[in-house]
Structures are given as C-alpha cells and as structure tokens.
C-alpha cells in the first residue's frame, strides 16, 4: 500500500511539472500560426497589388491569410486595413495601405501589447514593423 501511495505522489509531481510546459507549448503555437498567417497576408497583398496595378480596399479579396483570419474572429477588416488579434489584444498588429498621390504602399503597425505575452511574442518576433513596402506608383517596376 505504501509503494502504492508512492508511485502516485510521484506521477502527481510529473503531471505538474508536464502540464504548465504543455500549455506554453500550445500558446507558442498559437502565435507562430498568427505570425505566419501575417506574412502570407503581406505577401499576398503585395502580390495582388503589384499583378492587378491596384489595392482593393477590402483586404479579404486581395488576400486568403486576412479572410481566414476574419473568418475565425482573429482580424477586423477597415478601408485598405486590417486590425489583427494577438492573445486578448484587438490591434496588436496592424496592416495599413497609405496612399500618396498615386502611389500607394503599405505598412506593419504595432499596438501597444498591453501586458499581454501572446501579442508581446508576435510583436518580438515579427521582423516586419514600421516597415513600408511600395505596392502601387511611381515607386513599383512593372
């Protein structure tokens, strides 16, 4: 009986040691999902723009990435923009079209990750922010 008692104290203290590592394994998946789904979406909004000569202004139609993730709740659409979730932040990352004259280039946009770790990892580890990629113009070479 006590051997018994033994080898369940023991697998409790594995089981509590495994789970917590378990969870952190699922949130780190989650976020890598969203920071792939991100570059898919930049790349297939400039691939859009630069095939077509234009930006639509409902992001879902230029690109697969941002209507998936609208679709599961995880971005809002706006005019030539997308706000997109990270954990319990609304706008964590934000994808923008600017336009100037006739030109027209988007932008990667952080917002403020609020103590949140999953919108805090997705913006540590996303190499895009503030950067502008010339979509539409003068700037882009047919």
Known sequence: MIELIFVI????IL???AIPKLAATRDDAEVSAIMTKIG???GEISNYAVSQGKVE??????????????MRGEATLGNKSAAIKGGSVANCV???VVTNGLDESMQILFGAPGGDDKCAAIQNNLPLQNETIALVGNRVSY
Do not use: E, K
């Not at 104290?9 to 409790?12: A, K």
């Not at 202004?57 to 609208?70: G, Q």
């Open 15 to 17: 089981a509590a040691v």
């Open 57 to 70: 202004t409902d992001f879902s139609v230029m690109s697969n990435a941002i209507d998936n993730l609208v």
């Open 9 to 12: 104290v023991i697998l409790g």
């Open 94 to 96: 934000s994808i923008q």
């Open 40 to 42: 898919q979406a930049v």
